[in-house]
């Protein structure tokens, strides 16, 4: 089936002829801390479809923002992971990220919630507290680690080998820091003091 394109001669038309099409960018975000199987994706992508999820990933991989690979023993679990070009979209995940904190609201009585969907936005707090090194970040079961560098940040699931510094919150603490009701130091507990200081 030929994609659909918007047919402007313009670089914002032709990355939305790529990931503009509803679901496209919240797979990406999925992907963007580290490969998934389709049964991780389909869990944490409430409200999708099976069809639906499936067309992304292949147009996706058709389109080089994501590559699959075999895993596991005798080569019997999929796993699909950004490409070089699908990283180019975290930057892109993180601005959205930040230009939509302010529209969070509320909580929904019938909205979906993972905790690693406050990676992104968190990821801009965590930069403010350290400038540069690994921090682990706890939320409730889930866990993940930034990288924080001075060229950029970027998060990968499961805790790092070694942290300059760890951190724990809860679903509540980690909803106001991103809304900016609450400082990160304010609503996490410390671990580990940074070995800068």
Request: aromatic content about 6%; some cysteine.
């Amino acid at each position: 089936m030929p994609r659909r394109s918007y047919d402007h001669f313009c670089t914002v038309s032709r990355a939305l002829d790529v990931v503009g099409d509803r679901w496209t960018l919240l797979v990406v975000r999925e992907l963007s801390s580290g490969p998934r199987r389709y049964s991780d994706l389909f869990a944490d992508l409430p409200g999708i479809s099976t069809d639906v999820l499936a067309a992304r990933l292949k147009d996706l991989e058709r389109d080089g923002i994501l590559t699959r690979r075999r895993v596991g023993p005798r080569a019997a679990t999929a796993v699909y992971e950004l490409t070089e070009a699908g990283l180019g979209l975290r930057p892109v995940l993180a601005a959205l990220s930040a230009w939509g904190a302010p529209l969070l609201g509320e909580r929904g009585a019938t909205d979906a919630v993972r905790a690693h969907w406050f990676a992104l936005p968190l990821g801009h707090a965590v930069a403010e507290l350290i400038p540069e090194g690994v921090v682990t970040v706890h939320i409730g079961e889930t866990t993940f680690h930034y990288l924080v560098t001075a060229t950029g940040i970027s998060h990968h699931d499961g805790p790092a080998e070694a942290s300059d510094l760890e951190l724990h919150l809860d679903l509540a603490g980690a909803t106001e820091v991103v809304m900016g009701t609450r400082s990160l130091t304010e609503a996490a507990t410390r671990q580990l003091a940074s070995r800068t200081e």
